[in-house]
């Protein structure tokens, strides 16, 4: 309805259907579902679908709630039986992963296996993810920081700049991730400063952190602003104080300097963002890494 907005507008039902974990539909969906700022999806997830059995079990989840429908089954048996069920209710169907198989065996030579789940195996790289997600768990916040030399990129930064879950989601690429609190006054770790890998400092708007900070002390100890369990009186107050704050990144930003770490402000990124610009600097010369305008 022309007019229309996202407020007074109907959810449009839509269903997921997947062979594996879902993980390729919702980061589609995700992608192109930010494109339709006025329009609200209302998503249906349907994962490890791989039996006859298992599609009728969609198809009449379909008719109970018709809506379009995103597939990744690569099967063609359920792919075929999927599309005459959803025909018959009048819906339509598109499976994200048939235009990149076709052009692939168009440019290989090779037929497709389609095997359902393919992606997910316990290869070396599923290890290696294992692997970078036990190190990240054992040098996280600053944990033996004595033991950095395994490590593919090392991130510092000021508390509360997004240190740990960039590292988990570097982790679940396969990156050995460490991450070092950076407090004023106080020594780095033995082996920082001269670690030959990649070292990426994390930044982040002033206002922005002292908003985070806040916030956190006030969930530590609710009703009290100036106080937090295992942090005295005098360790708080220069953690939530403006001009210790301003201070702190600063003195951060020029320790980075100094070694030529490059820096990324984490201000307007997501985890996601901050990840993939590490991985790009870890395929690149992270010291020549140039970041974009509104990062420096």
């Known amino acids: 309805m022309s007019g229309s907005t996202m407020s007074d507008a109907e959810p449009i039902i839509l269903h997921l259907v997947s062979e594996a974990t879902g993980q390729a539909l919702e980061a589609v969906m995700r992608a192109c579902g930010a494109q339709f700022q006025e329009t609200e999806f209302s998503p249906r997830n349907w994962n490890l679908v791989r039996t006859r059995m298992q599609v009728g079990r969609v198809l009449a989840g379909i008719r109970a709630e018709p809506g379009p429908v995103l597939s990744s089954l690569t099967s063609p048996d359920l792919q075929a039986m999927l599309r005459e069920g959803c025909a018959r209710v009048g819906v339509q169907v598109k499976n994200i992963l048939d235009g990149t198989i076709h052009f692939l065996e168009q440019q290989t030579g090779i037929v497709a296996e389609r095997h359902p789940g393919g992606q997910y195996v316990m290869d070396n790289t599923y290890r290696r993810r294992i692997d970078a997600m036990q190190y990240v768990i054992a040098h996280d916040d600053g944990q033996k920081a004595t033991d950095l030399a395994k490590a593919d990129v090392i991130l510092v930064g000021v508390s509360r700049t997004s240190k740990t879950p960039t590292c988990f989601y570097l982790a679940n690429r396969g990156i050995r991730a460490a991450n070092i609190p950076l407090v004023p006054h106080a020594p780095l770790p033995v082996g920082l400063e001269d670690f ?45 104080d403006p001009e210790s704050v301003h201070e702190e990144l600063h003195w951060a930003r020029r320790l980075c300097a100094r070694h030529k770490w490059p820096v990324i402000n984490v201000t307007h990124r997501s985890v996601e963002e901050t990840a993939a610009a590490i991985i790009d600097m870890l395929e690149h010369d992270g010291r020549d890494y140039k970041l974009p305008d509104h990062d420096m």
Do not use: Q
């Open 196 to 240: 030959p890998g990649l070292v990426v400092g994390l930044t982040i708007d002033p206002h922005t952190l002292l908003e985070i900070r806040r916030s956190r002390v006030g969930m530590m100890l609710p009703g009290r602003s100036v106080s937090a369990p295992g942090m005295s009186e005098n360790l708080v107050k220069p953690y939530i």
